[in-house]
């Protein structure tokens, strides 16, 4: 900073010495005008003082000359005085268009940087991008995969359970090749399901259903289901059967001498009767 402030000190002081040189060359030429048109003007007269025709307009044609000349100084003077002004104002704008260039490149490599970068974080994205759908892929088979072993087991699911479960069972996709739902809603979904089937085989569920007891005639029994995995049933008069889950669904079979402790059961479940242990015949699969 310090060099450049000298710089341009001398160079103001380059610039006075010019001035005062022009300045100096015009006043000598002038002084040499006014020299030259004295020696004339003193030829022009005789000894009597009084100009001859002749010597009269040579002097009038050398005043014109010099005012000519004079003119002709001034205006080249002032021409430079206007160069140099010019001059200064273009090497300032020179000046300042080098700082503007020189700050444009340097954004123009801030800028190239940052979409090297951006380009590089691009293909790592693009990479995650990829790793993602491949996961994605494998939810989606997964999930599938999961729908139709629940397809499969709600067909031994009780029929309490299933009601329960029916709004949830409906958002299952017949074609899931085909459908929009999102793979994170099927997920959410399907652990709906899980844990509800989860907590109903766990539970004692009392039901009212229609049954065809030993004489072949529908009746209206009470049933109690054990978990998912045995069920009992009583209808008004005492006529009792057992239901077991199966591939297609519950099968129910007719089964004398346990009403009174299947009534008891229910009773129990009810509040009707004190707890109790009551003894019902249980197949293990």
């Known amino acids: 900073m310090q060099a450049m402030n000298q710089g341009s000190r001398r160079g103001s002081a380059e610039r006075g010495e010019l001035r005062r040189g022009r300045?100096?060359?015009?006043?000598?030429?002038?002084?040499?005008?006014?020299?030259v048109l004295g020696l004339h003007s003193a030829d022009a007269f005789g000894g009597d003082g009084q100009a001859s025709p002749a010597a009269a307009r040579e002097l009038e044609e050398t005043r014109l000359r010099m005012s000519k000349w004079i003119e002709t100084q001034q205006i080249l003077a002032?021409?430079?005085?206007?160069?140099?002004?010019?001059?200064?104002?273009?090497?300032?704008?020179?000046?300042?268009?080098?700082?503007?260039?020189?700050?444009?490149?340097?954004?123009?490599?801030?800028?190239?940087?940052?979409?090297?970068?951006?380009?590089?974080?691009?293909a790592e994205y693009e990479t995650q991008n990829e790793g993602l759908k491949s996961f994605a892929a494998q939810l989606a088979?997964?999930?599938?995969?999961?729908?139709?072993?629940?397809?499969?087991?709600?067909?031994?699911?009780?029929?309490?359970?299933?009601?329960?479960?029916?709004?949830?069972?409906?958002?299952?996709?017949?074609?899931?090749?085909?459908?929009?739902?999102?793979?994170?809603?099927?997920?959410?979904?399907?652990?709906?399901?899980?844990?509800?089937?989860?907590?109903?085989?766990?539970?004692?569920?009392?039901n009212y259903e229609v049954r065809t007891l030993a004489a072949g005639t529908p009746s209206e029994v009470r049933v109690l289901y054990v978990g998912l995995a045995q069920a009992y049933y009583v209808s008004a008069g005492g006529e009792a059967g057992i239901g077991r889950p199966g591939p297609d669904g519950w099968t129910w079979t007719p089964a004398a001498g346990i009403g009174g402790d299947v009534l008891t059961a229910l009773d129990i479940l009810a509040g009707k009767h004190s707890p109790a242990f009551v003894a019902l015949p249980v197949t293990i699969q």
């Open 23 to 35: 300045r100096a060359r015009l006043a000598g030429g002038a002084l040499l005008a006014v020299c």
């Open 78 to 122: 002032r021409e430079r005085n206007e160069w140099q002004q010019s001059r200064e104002i273009l090497v300032g704008r020179v000046e300042l268009l080098r700082k503007e260039v020189l700050s444009l490149q340097e954004k123009i490599q801030q800028a190239e940087s940052a979409v090297a970068e951006a380009q590089s974080k691009k």
């Open 141 to 206: 088979e997964g999930v599938t995969v999961i729908e139709a072993d629940l397809r499969r087991v709600l067909k031994s699911v009780p029929e309490p359970v299933v009601t329960k479960l029916q709004p949830l069972t409906q958002r299952i996709p017949e074609d899931p090749t085909r459908t929009k739902v999102s793979v994170a809603e099927r997920f959410q979904n399907v652990i709906g399901i899980l844990n509800e089937l989860n907590k109903a085989h766990t539970d004692l569920t009392v």
